[in-house]
């Protein structure tokens, strides 16, 4: 009886231990786990804080962006069109440049009425290539006009066409005496309808040639007949050159052998309109004045 209640005694308070034992350590455990719990929530929140304070740090940062790629828009513009002033300007210099060192002369009307300076000189005249003149005299000619001419005759060749070049520039001076010969020979009325006067020739300007060929020499009343003559009226504004005195003109009588140099954009448009040099008007070909030498 006595062991049966010590037994009794004993289990109990063993199990009252175990019991509260247990209770305690599920306290401590609820107490951690309600701990742990707020610390998560806390965190969460933080986190959502951080996540809303980020969308909107990315949100002005986005709108600033787009305001900076406005301005760079503007700035793009702005400078684009500065861009196109300084280049406006530029050209317009540049112009300016080409026309004052352009002799306005080159372009000007001369025949019988309209009349040349004794005392004008064309700068920089420059020796015709041998190979391609008539007879021994050294012939001169406008040095920037000489390439076109060359690579005229040079075509010309190639074209099995026999072309050369009787006379090109003339003085005030030679242009005279040349006048006095034939007066002399011919008598004034029949020498004014061949020959120009001094100041009226356009040999005058150095961008001036007369043709003939090895066959016809100076006989250039043959030259209306000869292959160069159909060649020249096919080919020659492809170089610049254009017949000044073309069959009944208004000027002057018909000299098929004499061309002169007005610019590739001149002689083509001429040729493209089925017009001559005297049928423009001199405002008309001032015009062209700037692009004479252009390639
Ligand atoms: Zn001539």
Request: some cysteine; proline content about 2%; charged content about 25%.
């Amino acid at each position: 009886m006595k062991y049966w209640l010590y037994f009794f005694i004993i289990t109990t308070c063993i199990s009252t231990l175990l019991l509260g034992g247990m209770f305690y350590v599920s306290q401590e455990q609820h107490t951690l786990l309600e701990a742990s719990r707020d610390d998560l929530l806390v965190q969460n929140h933080t986190l959502l804080e951080k996540n809303i304070f980020q969308k909107e740090n990315i949100s002005s940062l986005q709108t600033q962006v787009q305001e900076l790629q406005e301005r760079l828009g503007d700035e793009i513009e702005k400078f684009d069109e500065l861009e196109g002033r300084v280049k406006d300007s530029l050209k317009t210099v540049e112009t300016f440049k080409k026309l004052s060192e352009t002799d306005p002369q080159l372009l000007q009307k001369y025949s019988k009425v309209y009349f040349l300076n004794e005392h004008y000189e064309p700068k920089e005249l420059e020796e015709v290539p041998g190979d391609y003149t008539y007879g021994t005299r050294a012939l001169l000619i406008k040095e920037q006009i000489s390439p076109f001419l060359e690579k005229l005759l040079e075509e010309a060749q190639g074209d099995g066409i026999e072309l050369r070049v009787l006379s090109a520039y003339r003085s005030f001076d030679k242009q005279a005496s040349i006048k006095q010969g034939y007066v002399a020979t011919y008598g004034t009325t029949a020498a004014n309808t061949f020959s120009a006067d001094q100041g009226y020739s356009e040999h005058q300007l150095g961008t001036t040639v007369d043709f003939t060929t090895d066959t016809i020499g100076g006989s250039l009343s043959k030259f209306k007949d000869t292959d160069a003559y159909q060649w020249l009226l096919k080919n020659a504004h492809n170089h610049g050159f254009t017949l000044s005195y073309p069959e009944d003109n208004a000027y002057y009588q018909f000299e098929p052998w004499h061309w002169r140099f007005v610019g590739k954009e001149l002689a083509k448009d001429l040729e493209k309109d089925g017009k001559h040099f005297y049928d423009l008007s001199q405002r008309t070909l001032n015009t062209y004045l700037i692009n004479i030498f252009d390639d």
